[in-house]
């Protein structure tokens, strides 16, 4: 089993960034491929990124450009560095971890609980 725990969200203001932030415990994230994902009220999850086993990584076109998905496996964490926030990036974003280089959510195994990320104008 692995858990992951997410951090980082919070109150930014449009055009501003924010780093996320997903602890894994129990298994390597270098082991796994390693999602972020995001929903927001009344939509259904979406893909944002993931970073595969060799360090390859994929973006959704709404955000290629402007987030980074990195893994650092010494501190079995995988971060999401977000730039230029906006307004339709308030979401709740999850880590995921899974075995198959999907952008479904329903191919990935192990979720955090999600943090919020609210943008402002």
């Known amino acids: 089993q692995m858990q992951l725990v997410e951090s980082g969200g919070g109150l930014v203001q449009a055009g501003g960034s924010l780093r996320l932030s997903c602890v894994a415990s129990?298994?390597?994230?270098?082991?796994?491929?390693m999602g972020w994902f995001r929903q927001a009220p009344g939509k259904e999850r979406e893909f944002l990124a993931l970073i595969l086993l060799n360090g390859d990584t994929r973006y959704a076109d709404s955000v290629k450009g402007r987030f980074t998905i990195s893994r650092d496996s010494a501190k079995n964490t995988v971060y999401l560095q977000m730039n230029s926030l906006k307004l339709e990036d308030m979401a709740i974003y999850h880590c995921?971890?899974?075995?198959?280089?999907?952008?479904?959510?329903?191919?990935?195994?192990?979720w955090g609980q999600g943090t919020q990320v609210t943008v402002s104008s």
């Open positions: 129990g298994r390597s994230v270098s082991r796994y491929v």
């Open positions: 995921a971890g899974g075995n198959t280089y999907s952008y479904l959510s329903q191919d990935y195994n192990y």
